[in-house]
């Protein structure tokens, strides 16, 4: 399992692409992801894909989480983004094995 | 200045950007405004600040006002405060949910051990005294609205932004945003806060063209702030936002009104209509709601320019046009060229037989919008 989360918007206008593979993980810290990811879950698919975003200087998330038969996608904004998948982000922006890579503003990842 | 009833707000047509905010009923509100602790009644207040309906405050008030019991805490708010109250709290790391978090520093407490708390209260300070010693304005939403702020929002988390009723500050990861800058910034902080203004106002769109107008309101009234706190005039300020808040390696600033497109490693505003970015506004977090931070490098350098040509102190004639614009002339939908056009307008009736009127339509020629 893959996790991706782009973060756009924000007062820099700058977006960012962190991606974490769970095959890149020891077995402890893949049964947390995957733990952690389960939880975030049902936040996720509350979200759908079209959360509405018009604040200010918030920032916008796309959650994806994919394996090898599916890719889903969850959009959502900063003032709607549920406890339990800022808390799988946060776990991923700590986690050595994650990668992130700036999106100049209007760029495509 | 535009009126509405009570004089307690904006026409209700000029906060469906905050319409999402609106989370607790109308009922609850009141018996919280009536009977909660004064930080639950003050959070209703916000709340019901930021409420997109105008009808609900009205019904509340005159709910409150029926009932005799109740008679002093619905004047006690109705009735519009003097002098700034400012109050920052700490999320303690916390999301949405946590906000506004645990009380730190009021108005007329000594300040705290905490830095980040005692910036974002002295940066509230000095744009609230910007706005009601330059441009006579009372707080955020003209009527002494108290300014809230959080800090230690989410973990390491890269971003400032107003809510719809109160700033939020994260503490910066160290990968883009330098720890503890974004409090720091006093540019930031007017241009966060200016966003409250807008909504108040103009209520422009955060998306496409207004909402790049939107963000370039903010610059405009962020650096003034900064170049108001200062002393200085328009050729000695550095037209910066947002200095130093990014790792060195990655740039010197946010954005450059003066010159767009060079502040920092991926900057890539425009500074002229040729360069315009006619991104997506899909709600896709890379389209930036159609490049609402990209696109404002055009009405930046506008103002940039307009103030360097009319010279002195920006915040003097060039701002006063453009907050004139702002809060009595622009619409939610209001485009660069409606902007501009609008801006041409008031510098011609606030300084009629000057030079301020050409000096403001050159620089939107400049830009190419005129």
Known sequence: MKLSIIRGGGIAGVSTVTELDEGALSAGDAKTFRAKVAGAEPGLSAAGADSQSRHPDEMQYDVTLSDD??????????????????SLIAWVDAHPQHTTRVVPPGGSS | MRKSLLSAGPDPSTLRSVA????????????????????????ALRTLAASASMRTR?????????????????????????????TVYDARHGGQNSLPGTRVRGEDDQPASDDAVNEAFDGAGKTYDFYEQILGRNSIDGQGMEIVSSVHFGTDYDNAFWNGSQMV????SGQLFT???????????????????????????????PGALNESISDVFGSLIKQYSLGQSADQADWLIGEGTLLPELGKALRSMKDPGTAFKWDNQPGHMRDYQDLPDDNDPRHDNGGVHINSGIPNKAFYLAAAAIGGNA??????????????????????????????????????????????????QDVGVL
């Open chain 2, 315 to 364: 915040w003097e004639k060039a701002g006063r046009v453009w907050y004139t614009a702002l809060t009595e002339r622009f619409q939610p939908t209001t485009d660069f060229e409606q902007a501009a056009k609008l801006t041409v307008e008031v510098a011609g009736e606030l300084f009629a037989g000057g030079t301020e009127q050409a000096a403001v339509q050159q620089a939107w």
């Open chain 2, 20 to 43: 999402c905010c609106y989370i607790a009923p109308p009922d609850l509100l009141a018996r919280l405004a009536e009977e909660g602790t004064k930080e639950q009644r003050d959070a």
């Open chain 2, 169 to 172: 500050y994260g503490d910066g």
């Open chain 1, 69 to 86: 038969q599916t890719t889903r996608t969850a959009r959502v904004s900063e003032t709607a983004l549920p406890e339990a998948v800022r």
């Open chain 2, 179 to 209: 720890v503890g800058a974004l409090t720091k910034s006093l540019d930031v902080i007017g241009h966060e806060l200016t966003h409250g203004v807008t909504q108040f106002t103009a209520g422009l769109e955060y998306h496409t063209q």
């Open chain 2, 58 to 86: 009205r019904a509340l008030i005159g709910q409150l006002l029926r009932d005799p019991q109740t008679r002093g805490a619905a004047l006690a708010f109705m009735v519009t405060p003097a002098g700034t109250r400012r």
